[in-house]
């Protein structure tokens, strides 16, 4: 067997963890062995505690470690583009975290130096990898809830603190970056469409000044897609797909529980006995499969789950919808 491919991690965040690197332990593929923060100390507090068996004082320590063959980076939003250039240039494969760009064309930038470097460069919608997705999609494809006429999301939790990276637009704070991205790419992925136009409202927190509410409607081409988010209302998420004869709703869409199995609800239309169809998926860790397609992609030199092609799409229509905003108008997407 090939020696398993060591991972390097940049930055002691909170995702990393809780979720992303708990979900990396016993694989046979690959192992997380470094993990650098701007503070050697925490490092190698967190390094011990998580088992990691190499901790640097500084990304770039990491970054130039010939050992390390592919990097995750859940840095701040507005550090995405910049070190995974860092990365590329220094010949790693990057996974890094949503969104991948606050400007889809800073995209082109990574594609060329992945392109050159000949190396696996994506984006860590984890979601991509989860099997109720791929489900969902599959149900899609087979024309299950017949024509899809309509699609609809919602995603919210409560966090004020002034101190998140979420609550500091210089960093890509606000709902629709955060979590306006997730009903945005989930749709693109189920109904494998790109948007022609998108308009939207926004309101903004007048002490964060970023965006704590929104509403938004996209043209998907006879398919209308609508989603709400929020920062500041109480946490809760669905994704529902609209048939001619079936309703799809996605009960736990973004963050999927590793310990339930999730299900897949069809409704038929009865809905003064509601009893919808449940499609229940065996167990699984999202993050866990997201780092498993990844790993494979660069070992059986196969696409990564998310390309920077696919992250580009998704930034301009997050794009556009702050430019509608901003306009008061629809915004067509290019
Ligand atoms: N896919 C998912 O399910 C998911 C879920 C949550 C978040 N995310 C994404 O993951 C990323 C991190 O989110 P998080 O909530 O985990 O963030 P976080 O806990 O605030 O961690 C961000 C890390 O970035 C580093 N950093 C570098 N410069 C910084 C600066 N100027 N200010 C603050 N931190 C700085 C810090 O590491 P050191 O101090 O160790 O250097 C910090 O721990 C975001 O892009 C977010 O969108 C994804």
Redesign the pocket.
Same mark, same amino acid.
């Given at each position: 067997m090939n020696k398993k491919l060591k991972w390097g991690v940049?930055? !002691?965040?909170?995702?990393? +963890?809780e979720? !992303?690197i708990p979900a990396m332990a016993n694989s046979d593929l690959y192992e997380v062995y470094g993990l650098?923060? +701007?503070?050697l100390d925490?490092?190698t507090a967190?390094a011990r505690e998580m088992g990691i068996p190499k901790a640097y004082g500084s990304?770039e320590d990491l970054i130039n470690d010939p050992e390390i063959d592919v990097v995750y980076n &859940?840095? &701040?939003?507005d550090?995405?583009v910049p070190y995974t250039l860092q990365c590329i240039r220094a010949g790693k494969h990057v996974l890094c975290?949503? &969104?991948l760009a606050l400007n889809a064309e800073e995209i082109d930038e990574l594609i060329r130096a992945r392109d050159e470097k000949g190396l696996k460069v994506g984006e860590?919608?984890?979601v991509a990898s989860n099997p109720q997705w791929i489900k969902a999609r599959e149900l899609v494809r087979k024309n299950y809830l017949g024509k899809i006429k309509a699609v609809h999301g919602f995603f919210s939790y409560f966090n004020v603190n002034e101190d998140?990276? +979420?609550n500091i637009p210089e960093?890509?704070g606000g709902g629709i970056?955060?979590i306006g991205c997730y009903p945005v790419f989930t749709s693109r992925f189920v109904l494998e469409k790109e948007p022609g136009r998108v308009v939207s409202m926004l309101e903004f927190d007048p002490q964060f000044r970023t965006d704590k509410l929104g509403s938004v409607l996209i043209d998907f081409h006879e398919i209308q897609m609508t989603f709400t988010v929020s920062t500041q209302l109480t946490p809760y998420q669905r994704m529902l797909f609209y048939g001619e004869e079936k309703i799809m709703e996605i009960r736990i869409p973004?963050?999927a529980p590793a310990d339930q199995k999730n299900e897949i609800l069809i409704h038929d239309g009865n809905f003064l006995q509601p009893d919808p169809e449940k499609i229940v998926l065996p167990l699984s860790n999202q993050?866990t499969e997201q780092a498993n397609d990844f790993s494979k992609a660069i070992l059986e030199d196969r696409e990564v789950p998310v390309s920077l092609e696919n992250a580009q799409e998704n930034a301009k229509v997050l794009q556009a919808i702050f430019e509608s905003d901003r306009n008061e108008r629809w915004v067509n997407i290019d």
């Open positions: 940049l930055g !002691v965040a909170k995702i990393a +963890r979720k !992303v650098a923060s +701007r503070d925490k490092a967190a990304y &859940p840095l &701040p939003n550090l995405h975290e949503k &969104p860590a919608f984890m998140n990276i +979420r960093m890509g970056w955060d973004f963050n993050y």
